[in-house]
């Protein structure tokens, strides 16, 4: 019943979402795919993120259990927040490639203009 | 090609590459939070109970805070410990647990709390100094082997024991499982059957580890 209403409420504001911007702001459906494909970008950019933040994390610490100096259990690591930071970080790189994209095209489209 | 096309089109793949680990991660998510996959996966690999009189019950160590507080997998399965023994299963409990470099150590604190609720001394057997699962065996068979104990039963999460039992059978131990469960094997909302598929995984990698390390 508790995923049904989770569902139901995700369609619901995904919907509601859609209609708001196409016809409050006139957005085009066929941008929502490019939306979408960049979306799944900054998120296998986070997963990515996250495998080497978690590398990062535990190769030292397995070294420093194995070298016998101090003891921190696997147990302790907080894999939410990794996996949070981690994904702002993937969305955060795949939003940063795109505005870089937009403004070699509109210095070129200026530059092209202009001659 | 020309050779400025080159690095766009490696780009472009990189990017669909993304893309795909994109989509494959909330796919993952959406079946792991929103189907019972997580409970049948975890309810298959988990250790079914097998209790019966054995001549030592070994509750297994859970955490404890820097504070002295013990974290609630420990006090779960001292508390199934002591159960265990007032059923009369077992004459000894023996309490595992880390060891800080300087103040208490979780079995002297469970010892402690034993004795508070009822459990006599001499019944009573604390083996510090052990961080890990595999150390807590080392160091507890060594223990039991020097009293003449061959058989246990040990009192961990229900997924951990599968390891946990393992590296105990390594020392020559014969394991009866008494599993006390630190998430339910059953999660109705999302969030338990993503904190039990993070559970899962975590033993599973935490067995390869102690299969290349050669433990088991």
Known sequence: ????????????????????ATRRHGLERADLRWATAAALEGIGLGVLFFLANLALILIPLLASRALGARFVSIYA??????????????????????????????????????? | MTSDARPAARRAAGLRGCRVLGGLALAL???????????????????????????????????????GWLDAASWRRLVHGILLYRQGLAPLLVLAGSTPPTGPS????????????????????????????????????????????????LVTGPLHLVRARAVFERQGLVVRPAPVGDLSLHPQKPGERLALAQSVAQELLGTLYYRLAGYL
């Open chain 1, 77 to 115: 690591v907080d894999y939410f927040t990794i996996a949070t930071v981690s994904l702002l970080q993937g969305v955060v790189l795949r939003w940063w490639r795109s505005t870089a994209e937009d403004q070699r095209q509109s210095s070129r489209t200026k530059s092209s203009s202009r001659s």
């Open chain 2, 29 to 67: 998510l959406a079946v792991v939070e929103l189907t019972p996959a997580a409970g049948w996966l975890a309810r298959r690999y988990a250790e079914p109970a097998r209790l019966e009189p054995a001549e030592a019950i070994v509750a297994l160590g859970g955490g404890f805070g820097p504070d």
């Open chain 1, 1 to 20: 019943m508790q995923d049904l209403g989770l569902v139901a409420a995700l369609g619901l504001t995904s919907a509601a979402g859609y209609l708001w």
């Open chain 2, 106 to 153: 979780e079995a002297e604190i469970r010892a402690r709390t034993a004795r508070e609720l009822g459990v006599p001394s001499g019944a009573i057997l604390p083996v510090t100094g052990a961080n890990t699962t595999r150390e807590e065996a080392l160091r507890v068979g060594a223990e039991l082997r020097s009293r003449g104990v061959r058989s246990i039963l």
